[in-house]
Nanobody, 118 residues
Framework: QVQIVQSGGGLVQAGGSLRLSCAASENIFYAYETTWYRQAPGKPREMVARVAPRGDPVYAEAVKGRFTITGDNFKTTMYLHMNNLKPEDTGVYLC????????????WGQGSQVTVSS
């Protein structure tokens, strides 16, 4: 079963950039879907970005043009690049990796706090 370690996040001023990492215990490019969620205080969890094997990334309207999903050359780590951050991007960001066929093969990251000051 896949395991992941999430890292990154922090405090940044509006307009700044951060990168989150989701490092998996195995190759996740070909059989796992990666989804980044965020949860702001008092709000429900929302999907920020998602990429399926061999598919194009999908982004929430609120982050389109500012956030980008990429992967590393070893195909074990997915990144969420966040540019031109806004105070409303503040929240806990979670990485989720799930096998596209084996529904019991999935993992959540431990969460990363992102705080954007105005």
């Amino acid at each position: 079963q896949v395991q992941i370690v999430q890292s990154g996040g922090g405090l940044v001023q509006a307009g700044g950039s951060l990168r989150l990492s989701c490092a998996a215990s195995e190759n996740i490019f070909y059989a796992y879907e990666t989804t980044w969620y965020r949860q702001a205080p008092g709000k429900p969890r929302e999907m920020v970005a998602r990429v399926a094997p061999r598919g194009d990334p999908v982004y929430a309207e609120a982050v389109k043009g500012r956030f980008t999903i990429t992967g590393d050359n070893f195909k074990t780590t997915m990144y969420l690049h966040m540019n031109n951050l806004k105070p409303e991007d503040t929240g806990v960001y979670l990485c989720y990796v799930g096998h596209i066929y084996r529904k019991d093969d999935h993992a959540w990251g431990q969460g990363s706090q992102v705080t954007v000051s105005s």
